[in-house]
């Protein structure tokens, strides 16, 4: 009897097992797949690198057999949420993404509020193209990485309309305490402050007790909304400027949320966070990596 060998799937759905896999789906999308069961992540699958085509064009068609596995996996995801097209980011996974060595933040292609099938095939698309532009090239080389064969996974999950978003380190990124853990947080969706377009409110808080040992409200004159076929920048209303977009209660959350991560993932994490209501969800988890090791102090003997 002859056997027949199937084709392996491209799709891989978040908390699979198999989506843990950092050589499939990359950095960003194992880690996030790992802490699936235990946080509020949003649902979503990755189109792994064994289909990526670096010579795909941007603009053009998706070979017929990727175009029918990621139509198939958004129309369940939109079915699972009770609508014909849900809106969802699209992000890119490069295999050595948010790694202990890089973490690859801002380098590759994000693209928010995609709603539609043709929408997510084009910004996958445009995901894959990412993994040569001249940001990323310039990273990978100041980071001594390799350059040639470049692999990328492609992140799909529903969108998280926020009011406010924040990224939390789990130590002290600027004095190395790790001690402290830094919240940074601003109105609207997370790319004015993932790409530095805001001076966001920060807070700098005590790991062991999580009390606020320092609060500074930034300018926050620009925010990130969803609209009608992508998003928008736009300005802050100059009452929401001055006040605080997080209050005690959500601050003393997110510490919380970094201390617990810090603790699962073994060492320091950077995280990425929307809230959406009262309900906090996690965006991504990734290890600080440009924070030295713990000193180790020596006492002498006499």
């Known amino acids: 009897m002859e056997t027949v060998t199937s084709t392996p799937t491209a799709i891989l759905h978040l908390g699979d097992p198999a989506c843990c896999d950092p050589d499939q789906v990359g950095g960003k999308a194992a880690h996030l ?3 699936a069961a235990d ?11 064994a289909a990526y085509d670096p010579a795909q064009p941007p603009d053009a068609p998706l070979a017929e057999v990727i175009t029918t596995e ?8 939109s ?16 295999l050595d993404e948010d790694g202990d060595l890089a973490s690859f933040a801002g380098q590759h292609e994000t693209e928010l509020n995609l709603v539609g099938i043709e929408a997510v095939l084009g910004a996958v698309a445009r995901c894959w193209a990412s993994a040569g532009n001249e940001r990323a090239f310039a990273y990978r080389k100041q980071q001594g990485l ?25 130590a002290n990124p600027i004095t190395g305490n790790r001690d402290e853990v830094v919240v940074t947080a601003s109105w609207g969706l997370g790319e004015s402050v993932v790409s530095g377009t805001v001076t966001p409110d920060t807070w700098v808080v005590r790991k062991a007790d999580l ?7 930034g300018a926050k004159e620009r925010m990130t909304l969803a609209v009608s ?14 006040r605080a977009s997080l209050n005690t209660a959500q601050v003393a959350e ?11 993932m073994g060492r320091p994490v950077d995280i990425e966070t929307a809230f959406a209501g009262e309900l906090l969800y996690l965006l991504q988890c990734r290890p600080i990596t440009t924070l030295g090791e713990p000193e180790t102090i020596i006492f002498a003997t006499t």
């Open 146 to 170: 390799e350059i040639e064969g470049v692999r990328l996974a492609v992140l799909i999950q529903q969108l998280v309309l926020a009011d406010t978003s924040a990224v939390v380190f789990s």
């Open 79 to 94: 079915h699972d949420h009770g609508v014909p097209d849900l809106p969802v980011a699209v992000r890119s996974s490069a």
């Open 211 to 217: 009390t606020v040992k320092e609060e500074r409200i």
């Open 254 to 264: 997110l510490a919380r949320l970094a201390v617990d991560l810090e603790e699962e």
């Open 39 to 49: 946080y509020r992540i949003p649902a979503g699958f990755c189109l792994t690198a």
């Open 229 to 242: 076929g992508g998003t928008r920048e736009a300005a802050v209303p100059r009452l929401l400027r001055e």
């Open 70 to 77: 990621v139509a198939a996996a958004y129309q369940a995801l």
């Open 33 to 35: 797949s790992l802490l």
